[in-house]
């Protein structure tokens, strides 16, 4: 974590279940895709505070695997509002300095967006200030099979020995390998569960959860999730003793 100019610690890695577009709308009288565009205004809210806050890592669940599974119609429009943010976000993200990086499986994507989001992910390559990351079709259980997989096939070809599996090694082949684990996950919507997101990596990570909709979620709100944060004690299996020594050193 850092600290924040009010000295309070900023969460290296937030990540965050951005629920509640559809009902959102839906309250309003409104196609659930209405939703889906108010909520591309809160993802450039957050980003930008994220961004001021020098948070490192910012993930945002997207679409889920799951997600596939919704009417066509709503899958191509949040395709669509998808290439648009990219297409229309590229200048910012290179003036920010902020690098994006899609968790999940591409191969699932339209060849159109698939091809924007590769065009954004290669040309912010080098940027180092902040790290966003899309998770698109993505799902936990899918990513440690993707990682099994792949750490089964080195062992068959006899380039790893199953018993030099460990934790660092599953981390090294998950979609952020290399990243930090999440400090907060925020979920916004009502829902008080994970749905299969970022499952390993949140493991140790504090869970906040609001009955505000996605598109009632802005910076205020993101502060306000921070500062529950920030009272809550991180114990990582220790003793609040243990820990209370510690921070006297
Ligand atoms: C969940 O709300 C939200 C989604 C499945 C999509 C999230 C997408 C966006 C915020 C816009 C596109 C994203 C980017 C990064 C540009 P829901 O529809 O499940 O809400 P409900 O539970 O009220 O139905």
């Not at 994507?109 to 993505?138: D, F, I």
């Not at 009272?231 to 510690?246: I, P």
């Amino acid at each position: 974590m850092t600290t924040s100019s009010k000295s309070n610690l900023v969460p290296r890695h937030i990540a965050i279940i951005m629920d509640g577009n559809g009902r959102w709308a839906e309250q309003r009288n409104r196609p659930r895709l209405f939703g889906h565009k108010a909520g591309v205004d809160s993802v450039r809210e957050i980003v930008e505070a994220c961004r001021e806050l020098g948070v490192e890592y910012l993930t945002l669940y997207a679409f889920s695997t799951e997600n596939w599974n919704r009417p066509q119609s709503e899958v191509s429009g949040l395709m669509l509002l998808l290439k648009t943010y990219l297409i229309g976000e590229l200048k910012n993200m290179l003036s920010n300095d902020i690098r994006l990086r899609c968790l999940g499986q591409q191969e699932r994507l339209p060849r159109e967006v698939r091809e924007v989001l590769q065009q954004t992910v290669e040309s912010t390559a080098s940027c180092q200030t902040m790290n966003l990351n899309l998770a698109l079709s993505y799902g936990g259980r899918m990513e440690l099979i993707h990682a099994i997989r792949q750490l089964a096939g080195k062992c068959v070809d006899g380039d790893l020995l199953p018993e030099e599996i460990n934790e660092q090694v599953l981390s090294d082949h998950l979609y952020t390998a290399g990243q930090v684990d999440p400090d907060l996950v925020i979920r916004t919507g009502g829902e008080c569960r994970l749905s299969n997101f970022l499952l390993w990596q949140a493991s140790y990570a504090e869970l906040y959860f609001t009955d505000l909709k996605w598109p009632e979620f802005k910076k205020e709100q993101l502060l306000e999730a921070i500062d529950v944060f920030n009272q809550r004690q991180r114990r990582f299996g220790k003793t609040g003793a243990q820990l209370d020594l510690g921070n006297q050193k």
